[in-house]
């Protein structure tokens, strides 16, 4: 039986699957081999770029009657070397010696790079196995480079300056092709060489590039036919609603498609008996059990929280404030896969902005007494009134020590109100969250089942006031904006919460609850 693919490179025999090529643009890549161009794919870690490196290196291989060979080379192992080029290159002589010998099977080639001793002029190395490689057999050579972002420092200028120093000896004396494949394009690259005392730009060290592909995420008909897959196989089921909560909730990215198929029908221990088809309150669950678990891939992201080029992009969607980032910020958060701009900025997919406020408030949620059981009623039903009281309250006493430590403090009152809520909500529910970057607001939807699964929905909105702005005008636009997206989320109900950070305001000020009407909509107005 096939399983939906979450590590390493997807095989169509063991893993449910969207082929490869059909995720590139294929005419374009075989148009830039054929014409001996060098080129850079690239994606965030985990959306199928090797996947699509090695299917390309088999039809180079296998599909098109011996024109190419072809070689997959994966530099990571070379990473450890980190700026001791020797040891580099002989990671990646190891890899040569592989690939040659058992993908192509030119053992000349694979016993040269085994004797080559990478130390004596490790400068030249990778260009020497690369000239006596091309020259080994009449077809031309196409190398694709796996991981070069691996690389750091000396080592990857190095690997640079080499490919462009034997470009010119291409086809017959050098590779005819050779395609680098990463998170980030080429020129992108800032790279700290300690051997130059300065920062060395990828553009510079690899001047020679004729195009970067970005490898896409799944389109929504990839998604319906991935999930599919396990339909046909197994006969199980997903409903309609359930298919369009996987979309909505991943937008394509593919190792969130995979891993919420994963935990849904081979994780799930009532859902493995395929007795029953997948709803949608299965996958917001398969979400919750993804979240919780922490996986590598979800872990990676969110320890770039950390990084100052990525605070300065993310903060401002947090807290709907304005942003102060550069081009150079953006393209690399962009890169790594956290947001995307079409057209405006916003997180990359709601699984990824249910994430990010859950990792950075980890540690006050878990300072947060559990009594959820206080505001459910006998019927199930959440009482948003006296959890908004309570609070304001929790705010009051924790507010100024918890935002004084944070890391993001401009988005410090918007995660106090989501840590809050979800220690509470998400144990039957859910929040889902709307950010608008320059709004100064978040939005936010509760989601709340009764006991007999009828589920309510409550708009909780946040503004915040700071210096210079106007907290009546901040009040009439939060009520505006309120009322929209209760309409707009076919919400029962709408809470606005007013943070004041104007300097001198007290809490006996600042504290407060008003019921107002907005054109027909009521709304509670929350002050804090």
Partial sequence: MRDFNTAGPVRADSHYCIPPLDRVNLSEVLTLIRVQRYFVMHAPRQTGKTSALLALRDLLNDGMAGEYRCAYLNVEPAQTAREDVGRAMGAIASEIAIEARHTLGDTATAEAAERLDTTLRPDAALSTLLNSWARAADSPLVVLIDEIDALVGDSLISVLRQLRAGYARRPAGFP????????????????????????????????????????????????????????????????????????????????????????????????????????????????????LRRDTHIDQLTDKLREPRVRRVIEPLLSGGDGEYTDRDFEYVRDLGLVVADPTLRVANPIYGEVLPRELTWVLQHSIPESRAAYVDADGHLDMDRLLEDFQDFFRQNSEHWIERARYREA???????????????????????????????????????????????????????????????????????????????????HLVVFDARTGRSWADRISREERDWLGTSITVWGA
Avoid at 196 to 223: P, Y
Avoid at 248 to 266: D, M, R, S
Avoid at 283 to 290: C, D, I, K, S
Avoid at 481 to 490: I, K, V
Wanted: charge should be negative; include cysteine.
């Fill in 412 to 494: 410090g009152p918007h995660l106090v109100l989501q840590a809050f809520l979800h220690r509470v909500v998400n144990a039957r529910g859910r929040i889902e969250r709307e950010y608008a970057l320059g709004s100064r607001r978040v939005d936010l939807l509760v989601v709340w089942p009764d006991r007999e699964g009828r589920e309510s929905r409550c708009v909780v909105e946040c503004k915040l006031v700071k210096d210079g702005r106007s907290h009546t005008r901040a009040v009439e636009e939060g009520l505006e904006q309120t009322a929209a997206y209760m309409d707009l989320s076919r919400a029962d109900a709408g």
């Fill in 176 to 291: 005819q092709s050779v395609v680098l494949c990463g998170v980030r394009d080429v020129r992108d690259y800032r790279i700290h060489a300690s051997s130059e005392k300065e920062v060395i730009t990828g553009g510079s060290a690899f001047n020679i590039k004729a195009e970067s592909l970005r490898l896409g995420d799944f389109t929504r008909a990839e998604v319906e036919s991935l999930l599919g897959q396990h339909t046909q196989e197994t006969g199980q089921e997903f409903l309609p609603e359930a298919v369009a909560a996987v979309w909505e909730q991943t937008l394509g990215q593919p190792w969130l498609v995979n891993a919420l198929g994963k935990q849904l029908c081979f994780e799930n221990q009532q859902l493995r008996l395929r007795d029953r088809p997948i709803s949608q309150r299965d996958v917001f669950e398969a979400r919750e059990a993804l979240i």
